[in-house]
């Protein structure tokens, strides 16, 4: 029995990581800001991989604290997220079935909200939900 969120392979996860990290390496905005703080993109790529095949597939491997990690990052803003999950979507439709791009969109959306939120918080532009 599987314990995938969806149906994808880890192939598809690292094409599809390949294909959007080289769109974001020519975004006018997001290029930029990336390019300050990823010194070895094969690197990073793995990484990142590693988080989805977690998030996604469950397989472990991945430790990181990317929300952390985007809170430090101080020229990353809370507009940005709507550039990065539209870039991201557009790759995910040219890349994968129909089905697999929306339910990978729907997950990357709800992780993509609570950066945001946290971000907003960290600039002092949005309020802490509190529950």
């Known amino acids: 029995m599987s314990l995938a969120r969806f149906p994808i392979t880890p192939a598809q996860i690292d094409a599809t990581l390949a294909e959007f ?36 597939l469950h397989e472990g491997g991945y430790d990181g604290f990317p929300q952390r990690v985007h809170l430090a990052a101080s020229d990353v803003r809370a507009p940005m997220f709507a550039d990065w999950l539209g870039l991201f979507d557009s790759v995910l439709i040219r890349t994968l079935p129909p089905d697999t791009a929306a339910a990978w969109s729907d997950l990357a959306h709800r992780i993509g909200r609570g950066f945001h939120m946290a971000v907003q918080v960290r600039d002092g532009t949005g309020v802490p939900v509190l529950r």
């Open 21 to 56: 990290y080289a769109c974001v390496r020519e975004h006018p905005g997001l290029g930029p800001v990336f390019a300050a703080h990823v010194e070895d993109w094969p690197e990073h790529e793995a990484k990142i991989s590693r988080f989805w095949r977690n998030a996604i």
